[in-house]
């Protein structure tokens, strides 16, 4: 697992609320490519620490600056707000009836 992490981005002050398949979908949107991503939480102060691998050491700086303003609570807010007036979800969960009709045959 080393590996994945030689280069890696903490972030601290991040949102409870996100998941890993959230974080992973918004640093895909960000284009920033990454090896690993974890959580690690302080035994003393409970707190929780996002961990990202990156590949690339060059757009290490680029990336944590763009990477700061990413997984606040105020973050999630403006997501959620988008997600609830967005149509992507409509599209997947159509495909997930269109992929059980077709398992029937």
């Known amino acids: ?14 949102d409870k609320r996100f998941t ?4 992973k979908d918004i640093l895909r949107q960000h284009r ?3 090896t690993a991503i974890n959580f ?3 035994s003393t102060t409970h707190e929780r ?3 990202i691998g990156i590949k ?7 990336y944590e ?5 990413l997984f606040t609570s105020e973050h999630y807010q ?3 707000y988008k997600v609830h007036h967005h149509a992507g979800r409509h599209c997947r969960e159509n495909n997930y009836y269109r992929r059980r009709a077709s398992n029937k045959s």
């Open 1 to 14: 697992h080393k590996r994945y992490y030689q280069h890696e981005i903490k972030c601290r002050n991040i």
């Open 20 to 23: 890993i398949r959230n974080i």
């Open 32 to 34: 920033i490519s990454f």
């Open 40 to 42: 690690s939480t302080s």
């Open 49 to 51: 620490t996002l961990r």
């Open 56 to 62: 690339d050491t060059s757009k290490l700086e680029t």
């Open 65 to 69: 600056v763009q990477i700061k303003t």
């Open 78 to 80: 403006q997501i959620k």
